[in-house]
């Protein structure tokens, strides 16, 4: 059966949404972690959930084995990730329509990363260029499936500058993405700035901000620098503080998570998306479901 889509759920909300994303695992044992997670995260109940897709390999078969578990399970709506890396028009029209033919009916259109060691994406010689010219190719061969797209509060690696990447997000917007997630961020400033700007650009579609809860000082600065989120200082001083303590990192990120979260819901946001990163720790803290009323 054809899943609701969700840009029908962000217009019907009365109240602002939860959705977590999950990556597809290598193996069996990461399958088996992914499954136990998202039993334990059901009572949560998640508005929707989405499916990253690998850069290569056989993990990118696995993003809808995973959406296909993952409703099974009872995570409904799914979003399948796609992204246009080393992938030609022709095959990226199987994946849509194998991910349309299984009821699903929710993609986030990418670009996807340069593979590791190259610093420019390049596309494939009968790919596509960039996301919006994803988010056409969808909605022309399955003008039912609702793409989502991806914003960058702090701006994205490559672009120009600020403007032109809002201008490209524009595009893609126009080209129908209906929503868009953002890349994490840690000061929620940056969002507002952002959110700001989009609507003075014309672009009236819901904003979702994306969070990641820190689990240690390394993961924060790793994250950080590969998507140029800044650092709020004083994260940095609380985790250098925790040193090796492990637990206690962890609860300090939740902590500034839920900080995170409650001013986001104070701003009137349409919906949080947690990357979970296939954990449940962080989204089962008694503190981030009270946010949510769970
Ligand atoms: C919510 C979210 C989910 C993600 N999920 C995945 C995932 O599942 N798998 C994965 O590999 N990666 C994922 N990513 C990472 C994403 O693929 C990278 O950030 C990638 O570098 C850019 O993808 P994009 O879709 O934003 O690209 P684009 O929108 O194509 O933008 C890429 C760059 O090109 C510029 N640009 C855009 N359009 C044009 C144009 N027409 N002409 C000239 N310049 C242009 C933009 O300003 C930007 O600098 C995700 C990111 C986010 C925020």
């Known amino acids: 059966m054809a899943q609701?889509?969700?840009?029908?759920?962000?217009?019907?909300?009365?109240?602002?949404?939860?959705?977590?994303?999950f990556f597809p695992p290598k193996d069996d044992t990461g399958m088996d972690k992914l499954q136990r997670v998202a039993e334990e995260l059901k009572p949560t109940k998640p508005d929707f959930v989405t499916v990253t897709f690998g850069a290569g390999g056989s993990t990118r078969a696995r993003t809808?084995?995973?959406?296909?578990?993952?409703?099974?399970?009872?995570?409904?709506?799914?979003?399948?990730?796609?992204?246009c890396v080393g992938?030609?028009?022709?095959?990226?029209?199987?994946i849509v329509d194998r991910v349309y033919e299984s009821g699903i009916r929710n993609i986030m259109a990418l670009r996807g990363d340069p593979p590791k060691g190259e610093s420019r994406f390049r596309p494939h010689p009968g790919g596509l260029v960039h996301a919006n010219d994803l988010v056409h190719f969808i909605k022309k061969r399955h003008p039912d499936i609702c793409c989502g797209v991806a914003g960058y509060p702090e701006t994205h690696q490559e672009a120009l500058s600020p403007e032109s990447d809002i201008f490209y997000l524009k595009d893609k917007v126009d080209a129908g993405g209906a929503f868009i997630t953002t890349q994490l961020f840690y000061d929620n400033k940056s969002f507002y700035d952002f959110v700001r700007k989009c609507r003075d650009w014309g672009i009236r579609a819901p904003i979702i901000p994306g969070l990641l809860p820190p689990i240690s000082l390394k993961q924060l600065r790793r994250m950080a620098a590969m998507c140029q989120a800044s650092l709020p200082p004083s994260l940095v001083r609380d985790l250098e503080k925790a040193g090796d303590d492990a637990e206690n990192a962890e609860t300090i990120g939740i902590d500034w998570t839920v900080r995170q979260i409650k001013d986001?819901?104070?701003?009137?946001?349409?919906?949080?998306?947690l990357y979970i990163l296939n954990r449940s720790k962080a989204a089962l803290a008694p503190a981030v479901k009270e946010c949510f009323g769970r």
């Open 4 to 21: 609701k889509l969700i840009s029908e759920l962000l217009a019907e909300a009365r109240r602002p949404l939860l959705s977590y994303e």
């Open 64 to 83: 809808l084995q995973v959406c296909e578990y993952l409703r099974e399970a009872g995570h409904t709506p799914v979003m399948h990730h796609l992204t």
């Open 264 to 273: 986001l819901l104070k701003h009137d946001v349409p919906a949080v998306h």
């Open 87 to 94: 992938t030609s028009r022709e095959e990226l029209g199987d």
